[in-house]
T-cell receptor, first 116, second 112 residues
Framework: NAGVTQTPKFQVLKTGQSMTLQCAQD?????MSWYRQDPGMGLRLIHY???????DQGEVPNGYNVSRSTTEDFPLRLLSAAPSQTSVYFC???????????????FGEGSWLTVV | GNSVTQMEGPVTLSEEAFLTINCTYT??????LFWYVQYPGEGLQLLLK?????DKGSNKGFEATYRKETTSFHLEKGSVQVSDSAVYFC???????????FGTGTSLTVIP
């Protein structure tokens, strides 16, 4: 059971470089999202999507782009990396439920990004 | 708006001690409540959940009861083990949308 798969697991970037964190899920989930996790700040939502072709901003979207061309994939692009983007990134997915109750969100294993 | 507040850590306990991690929430509508656990170097995994008032979620000896009157979902375990050392996150999702709201996490270390 693959679940949510993120790549790469570790990456070091130089300031100003761009890169894409890949995320794929095989559970046919409509909802996908990206979080960053920083010490003392918990998880903060970057972007999310409720279906192919639909994306929206979360709490901390600046410096990041997303697209959702298929149900399975939800890549996160860093346009011009900055040291403030050093963090652990998690992709997550869940079913959409019109009632909005009881959905479990499933996480990938994380991507450790360092910007120097 | 929706938010989750959980007790700050870190928490250090001896093996077989009783654990409580407090979690309170603010939500519109009727939220579902969750506890997630993150072991070192891994992503978050669902530990337990409750979808309506007075429901009790339980798993691996952990329990939490959805208390609407006190807007709380405290995590408890009667006897912790070294293998329970992890970061625990309280979370909610409202019935009006699909976004998840997480607390800041509580780090637990259990010493032999």
């Amino acid at each position: 059971n693959a679940g949510v798969t993120q790549t790469p697991k570790f990456q070091v970037l130089k300031t100003g470089q761009s890169m894409t964190l890949q995320c794929a899920q095989d559970m046919n989930h409509e909802y996908m999202s990206w979080y960053r996790q920083d010490p003392g700040m918990g998880l903060r939502l970057i972007h999310y999507s409720v279906g192919a072709g639909i994306t929206d901003q979360g709490e901390v979207p600046n410096g990041y782009n997303v697209s959702r061309s298929t149900t399975e994939d939800f890549p996160l692009r860093l346009l011009s990396a900055a040291p403030s983007q050093t963090s652990v990134y998690f992709c997550a997915s869940s079913r959409l439920n019109a009632q909005g109750t009881g959905n479990t969100i499933y996480f990938g294993e994380g991507s450790w990004l360092t910007v120097v | 708006g929706n938010s989750v507040t959980q007790m700050e850590g870190p928490v250090t306990l001896s093996e077989e001690a009783f654990l409580t991690i407090n979690c309170t929430y603010t939500a519109t509508g009727y939220p579902s409540l969750f506890w997630y656990v993150q072991y070192p170097g891994e992503g978050l995994q669902l530990l337990l959940k409750a979808t309506k008032a007075d429901d009790k979620g339980s798993n691996k000896g952990f329990e939490a009861t959805y208390r609407k009157e006190t807007t709380s979902f405290h995590l408890e375990k009667g006897s912790v083990q070294v293998s329970d050392s992890a970061v625990y996150f309280c979370a909610l999702t409202s019935n009006t949308g699909n976004q998840f709201y997480f607390g800041t996490g509580t780090s637990l270390t259990v010493i032999p």
